[in-house]
């Protein structure tokens, strides 16, 4: 997690820091400690006073962050010494009744998952903000012409709500795998040694499914210490997600360029200011959207390399997951913050994209044209004329519409005027306005 005063804002937020701070996992790794105690003593494996005592410790303020931090690199396990210090801050030798039955990973595993359960709350609160945003966007701009592009150059209109709406539909199905991946994320973690209960005898998967309720948690069907699979998927939608954020950002800055100049991000005073060139306004929320998000796929991939776990307790491969969690879920929220700034104030400009429609003299309908003429002379024959004079064309030779208006296999099929239609960008969007709203009606549901 960036540690930087200065660029921490740039490439996360305050709140997913909070999640992920040590003093967070010490108070969710104490919640799952207290959690157990009061449960095995409503279970009467555990004295009852025991399991009372234990919970006027699970104050994480109160705990010295640097002393467990000494602890956890003298053990290799910063459980060990969080158990040490609960044992030792209870009276009467009653903190021996802590972890009863418990290891290290169930601990440290659900303690992630509550983590992990709060990490999703800002992920799925701009997710929704973005998709909002976005659909408010395509209602807007619903027919709003422009030039549509492939490899980066013309190819025929769509509009700019259009585009929008494709970026949304993206969205709603991340949306759709958030909801799918709660259950098999959010399960709690209590096995012992191997997984198998055997420290509590008969009374284990009674605990378990205790705790898990306590905690607001599901109860696995058997341990998960090394089938890491959930862990995994949750990185993948990470990527996924954060792509797509990256892909929206990738079309706005090239829209943003110079000579294009359609989209801008928000204005801001200051931003995306040059050191030297006074005019300059780059792009900055987009660019910090593809930086973080290339760093979220890579962080994912690592977090699918930390499945290979051996036998029952990884060796190397559970450990990678501490550091790769927090990170990911840092940079994911810094580059879902800027997606949301981005999509809530983002300005077009209709004028220009007009003006670029007109660019090229009409050659954007090239394919209007060729279609008008196909039923009356042959689609392919209509293709090879159109293109021929597109060529004329490009090379100075003429306009557009003069070229077809006087081109004598032409000529007698259309008029002038039936040209200067299938000239019309506005009249070449197809059904985009339909598709429109065929997304906005999934996100009106």
Request: hydrophobic share 45%.
């Amino acid at each position: 997690m960036p540690v930087s005063p200065i660029f921490a804002a740039l490439f996360t937020t305050e709140a997913m820091t909070d999640i992920w701070s040590d003093r967070t996992r010490l108070q969710r790794c104490l919640d799952v400690e207290l959690a157990l105690a009061r449960v095995q003593a409503h279970l009467n494996l555990i004295p009852k006073d025991a399991a009372e005592e234990i919970q006027r410790h699970g104050n994480a303020q109160t705990y010295n962050l640097e002393a467990l931090a000494q602890g956890t690199t003298r053990a290799g396990s910063p459980i060990i010494p969080i158990v040490n210090a609960l044992v030792a801050a209870c009276a009467n030798k009653q903190g021996e009744w802590a972890h009863w039955g418990a290891t290290t990973q169930d601990i440290m595993d659900t303690a992630m998952v509550l983590q992990l359960r709060d990490a999703l709350v800002p992920i799925q609160s701009d997710l929704v903000a973005i998709c909002t945003a976005l659909a408010a966007l395509a209602q807007r701009h619903r027919d709003v012409p422009m030039a549509g592009r492939s490899n980066l150059q013309h190819a025929i209109p769509v509009t700019f709500g259009y585009k929008m709406a494709v970026i949304l539909a993206g969205f709603q199905r991340h949306r759709e795998r958030l909801a799918q991946l709660r259950p098999r994320l959010l399960v709690a973690q209590f096995g012992g040694a191997t997984g198998t209960l055997a420290s509590l005898g008969p009374n284990g998967l009674e605990v378990q499914q205790a705790l898990a309720a306590e905690l607001g948690l599901a109860q696995p069907v058997i341990a998960w210490h090394t089938a890491r699979d959930s862990l995994a998927e949750a990185g993948q939608f990470l990527a996924l997600l954060t792509a797509s954020c990256a892909k929206f950002a990738l079309d706005i800055r090239l829209l943003m360029q110079t000579e294009i100049a359609e989209a801008a991000e928000p204005a801001q005073p200051g931003r995306g200011a040059s050191s030297t060139m006074p005019q300059k306004r780059n792009p900055v929320l987009g660019n910090f959207i593809h930086a973080g998000a290339a760093l979220v796929r890579q962080m994912s991939s690592s977090l699918t390399e930390a499945m290979l776990q051996d036998h029952e307790r990884g060796t190397g491969t559970f450990q990678m997951e501490w550091a790769l969690i927090p990170e990911l879920f840092a940079h994911a929220a810094g580059v879902l913050a800027h997606t949301r700034t981005l999509a809530e104030g983002l300005t077009i400009d209709p004028t220009r994209m007009r003006a670029n429609l007109n660019l090229t003299g009409g050659l954007i309908l090239a394919e209007a044209v060729m279609m008008g003429l196909g039923p009356k002379i042959g689609r392919n024959r209509a293709h090879d004329l159109v293109q021929d004079i597109c060529r004329e064309v490009a090379a100075g030779h003429g306009t557009f519409l003069d070229l077809l208006a006087t081109n004598p296999e032409i000529a007698p099929h259309a008029t002038r005027t039936e040209l200067e239609t299938l000239l019309d960008p506005a009249a070449y969007t197809g059904l985009a306005g339909t598709m429109v709203d065929r997304v906005l009606g999934v996100e009106g549901e």
